[in-house]
């Protein structure tokens, strides 16, 4: 395992290897932290994805990303409001 | 049968191999006399060869011609688990028994190395000796030589453990600390040998030896180093002193000097180990507690089991891991079934797409665990859930996607493998009757009345047994293990996952809400504090429901999960906490870590006995200035300069070839001592050290190798109370504390940057909370 092909987390934490370079280039500490949840967000759903098992990593790691931030949104937020056009 | 087996007349303690090649060396102690009986039995064992039938007899043709071998026959046989009908094979008795594997490998390379599959040839003759003849060591027998019989089967579960004496062997080089590298002209100055002292002149201290083992006649020679240090330091002076294998004999017959099995590195799970050389003392066992992987856990009553288990040797079983016993396990049931052992296995890996391994080769489900302190958490285990799983779905390489049932109802979740449902597997073969006897041995040493001894004795046996139990799964996926097979392995996990996600609802209709779980373990939470759960009912449910054991651990009063440095998340296996039964688990922390020293592990054994008082996790929150005003009385008893160095070893366990490393590093520095002292280390050994300075650029004052010690070095005081500040941080970072912090609070130097940039996950390094 892990060997012949790289475990979903040995994929994601290469991936983030590569986001990281982005991180680098922000330029304040609002979004360098935002920046860090959202890579924190990325890591916190590796089991839930590893039994996905999907083939591609960018759609877990959306997916985990999104969720974590789904997941801290108030259970009684307003709808979101249409954008003006 | 009337059940009552007759009384032995003694044990056979073990069988090896004779020098004159054409026979095996039984060795039985008498029940009454205790006396040890050496007897020799002609016996030659062939090997199966298959092939195509011209192959077949031209080979035939070929051997009959060649001196080494004694016999060449046609049998009918099924050799193979895979093969449904007999077939005709050749047995090849070699002339001698040390030529076996030779003589394979020769007729490996007449077929061109692919037109016969040779079966039996890598077991030992008294590997083969215990199979043929229904034995195994330690059985209690009737009988002698050719006709020794075992009265009982290895099977028995509450067996007589025979009387074995041990003896512990220590020997001193005059004018030398133990532990501290000996000169090469170093002379024996003492020998201590369960509880007498041999010392005067060093022929007058190995003679001595020798009588005193003639007269008390170990069993077993228990040593710490033995293999690296006191056998060969004795053998080597006994040759300096002309003594030869006639006059000094530590063995219960001569033998020539010198290693029985040579040194060796090797890796596993990404470390590399180091072996060192095996010395024979025939007729006796000799058990290095620093050169076996079990005897620590094990003890000699799991090693006896082991033994008995695999038809291998003590001594065998002592220097090897428990796969390779479990692999002899099998080899037995096969040889049960009347199947042999292949030599190579040829079966390779089905072919199969990138999309399909991205699916099928996965581990189990390892959540990441919320940071934090809890408390009211409830812990539970599947008992060796994997074996179960083995045995209740039929996993075996020979029963996976066999063609007999194409429409078997066992199928592997998510990837489709089907199981047999004809014939039972050999793996579940090999582990049902492991796994009821660990099931025993558990009731055994909870068993009412049961003398503490007695009751150590049940728990040592249960966890050999967990050992080989935990092996079982792993070699389905080794590529050399014999029996394995890669999607069985596949299949096992993708079993595991199902049952864990089907216990996330499971738990919630029970009021639980799963906190953590990894693999086989669950960490669960009443949703409503204030609704009480029932945490054993809860398991039996459980198990009745997925057909596979689960039971509770037990509550803990508070249990602390750790985040990692990198990134603050948690980490799935570091944590620690209190049971309300008053036992701490655990896992990850420093004091578990083998390279930790000392200082470090005393500095986590006050904080744990401190949190001890804890009730619940407020508690622990209650307790967090106390725990750093101890830290604060460590750095201030380290910087006095009076800690004891030999409490300062850092231990390294070295990655690759001293020449490969090109940074100078305080293992880089301490290797370059001993090797100036004239002591090679290589990859997989351990180098210990203090750090006298680790800012030095000399290899000299940098750090002194543990073996160089003299005890009164100067440390370099704040190189470990940096140590201390990380242990600190790693402890207690889920109650606010970081490392920074505590160096500032202890007015260090801050850790220098290492880089420029630091990535932001490390700037935020905070308390989170759990859900």
């Known amino acids: 395992m892990g060997r012949t092909s790289p475990t979903y987390r040995q994929a994601l934490e290469e991936r983030l290897k590569r986001w990281d370079e982005f991180g680098r280039l922000l330029t304040t500490p ?8 959202l890579c924190r967000g990325a890591r916190r759903y590796a089991a839930q994805a590893t039994y996905v098992g999907s083939p591609d990593l960018l759609e877990s790691l959306l997916l985990s990303v999104l969720l974590d931030l789904a997941a801290r949104l108030p259970a009684d937020a307003p709808p979101a409001r249409p954008v003006p056009r | 049968m009337d059940g009552a087996a007759p009384t032995p007349d003694g044990w056979l303690l073990d069988i090896t191999e004779s020098d004159d090649g054409r026979s095996v060396v039984l060795w039985a102690k008498d029940r009454r006399t205790k006396v040890v009986r050496r007897t020799a039995v002609e016996y030659r064992p062939p090997f199966l060869v298959t092939g195509a039938r011209p192959h077949l007899a031209a080979l035939e043709r070929h051997l009959a011609r060649d001196p080494a071998v004694a016999r060449v026959e046609r049998r009918v046989a099924r050799p193979s688990l895979y093969d449904r009908r007999a077939r005709t094979v050749l047995s090849v008795t070699p002339e001698r028994n040390p030529a076996r594997r030779s003589l394979a490998r020769a007729v490996d390379a007449f077929g061109g190395f692919d037109r016969y599959a040779l079966f039996d040839v890598d077991l030992t003759p008294p590997h083969l000796y215990h199979l043929e003849h229904d034995l195994y060591p330690f059985a209690p027998v009737t009988g002698r030589g050719a006709n020794l019989t075992a009265t009982e089967p290895a099977a028995t579960i509450d067996y007589a453990t025979p009387p074995l004496t041990v003896a512990r062997l220590r020997v001193t080089i005059a004018g030398e600390r133990r532990g501290r590298i000996a000169p090469p002209d170093g002379r024996i100055g003492t020998v201590r040998l369960e509880g007498i002292t041999f010392e005067g002149p060093e022929e007058e201290i190995l003679r001595a030896l020798v009588d005193e083992l003639a007269r008390s006649d170990p069993d077993v020679l228990l040593t710490e ?63 290095d507690r620093e050169n076996s992987f079990l005897y620590d856990d094990a003890e000699i009553a799991g090693l006896v089991d082991a033994a008995r288990l695999s038809r291998l040797s003590l001594t065998t079983v002592v220097r090897q891991s428990p796969g390779t016993c479990f692999t002899a396990m099998e080899m037995a049931h096969a040889r049960a079934l009347d199947a042999h052992v292949p030599w190579k296995k040829n079966r ?18 390892i959540f990441l665990p919320p940071v934090g302190v809890f408390d009211r958490l409830d812990e539970f285990d599947f008992a060796s859930l994997y074996p179960a799983i083995m045995v209740r779905k039929n996993l075996s390489a020979e029963t996976l996607d066999c063609r007999c049932c194409p429409t078997s109802p066992i199928r592997a979740p998510g990837l489709g493998y089907r199981s047999c449902t004809e014939r039972v597997g050999l793996i579940p073969r090999t582990l ?54 890669i999607e069985c392995h596949e299949a096992i996990n993708a079993y595991a996952r199902k049952l864990l996600a089907d216990l996330i609802p499971a738990a919630e209709e029970e009021g639980y809400r799963v906190l953590h779980g990894i693999v086989d373990s669950l960490w669960l939470r009443p949703i409503d504090p204030d609704r009480p759960t029932d945490p054993a009912g809860f398991a039996r449910r459980m198990s009745a429901r997925f057909d596979l054991p689960l039971g509770y651990e037990g509550r803990y009063r508070w249990i602390v999960f750790l985040p990692a440095t990198t990134h603050g998340l948690g980490v799935p296996n570091r944590y620690y906490g209190l049971y309300e039964h008053g036992d701490f688990k655990l896992r990850g922390i420093g004091g578990r870590r083998h390279d930790t020293p000392t200082l470090v592990r005393r500095f986590e054994h006050e904080v744990l006995d401190l949190f001890r008082g804890a009730r619940d996790a407020d508690g622990v929150r209650a307790l967090l200035p106390r725990a750093l005003a101890r830290a604060d009385l460590f750095v201030e008893r380290v910087r006095s300069g009076g800690w004891p160095v030999d409490e300062l070893l850092v231990a390294h366990r070295i990655g690759q070839a001293p020449e490969a490393f090109v940074t100078f590093t305080d293992s880089v520095a301490a290797l370059r001592q001993l090797a100036e002292a004239g002591v090679a280390r290589g990859a997989g050994e351990v180098v210990r050290f203090a750090v006298l300075d680790r800012r030095s650029r000399s290899f000299r004052a940098r750090v002194r190798a543990a073996e160089l010690l003299a005890g009164d070095e100067r440390y370099d005081a704040e190189a470990y109370v940096e140590m201390l500040a990380r242990d600190a941080e790693t402890l207690l970072a889920p109650l606010g504390v970081d490392r920074d912090a505590l160096l500032d609070r202890w007015g260090a130097a801050p ?14 390094q905070t308390v989170l909370t759990g859900p």
């Open chain 1, 30 to 37: 609002e979004e360098r932290a935002a920046f860090s949840a």
């Open chain 2, 225 to 287: 180093g033995g293999d690296a240090f006191d056998l060969p330091w004795l053998y080597r002076r006994a040759a300096a002193l002309g003594l030869g294998p006639a006059a000094f004999q530590l063995g219960r017959e001569r033998v020539a000097f010198g290693p029985s099995r040579p040194a060796r590195t090797f890796e596993s799970y990404g470390r590399l180990y180091h072996r060192s050389a095996a010395y024979p003392v025939p007729g006796r066992f000799h058990i």
């Open chain 2, 348 to 365: 390779p890996e089905r072919f199969r797409d990138g999309d399909h391994l991205v699916a099928a080769d996965r581990g189990g489900v």
């Open chain 2, 432 to 485: 049902a009757p492991l796994l009821a006897r660990r099931l025993a041995y558990k009731e055994a040493m909870r068993r009412p009345g049961v003398p503490p001894a007695e009751a150590a004795q049940w728990k040592r046996r249960v966890k050999m047994l967990k050992w080989i139990l935990v092996t079982a799964f792993g070699y389905q996926g080794y590529r050399n293990a014999r029996f394995g097979r």
């Open chain 2, 751 to 764: 850790r220098p940057e290492r880089e420029e940039y630091r990535s932001p996950e490390r700037t935020d």
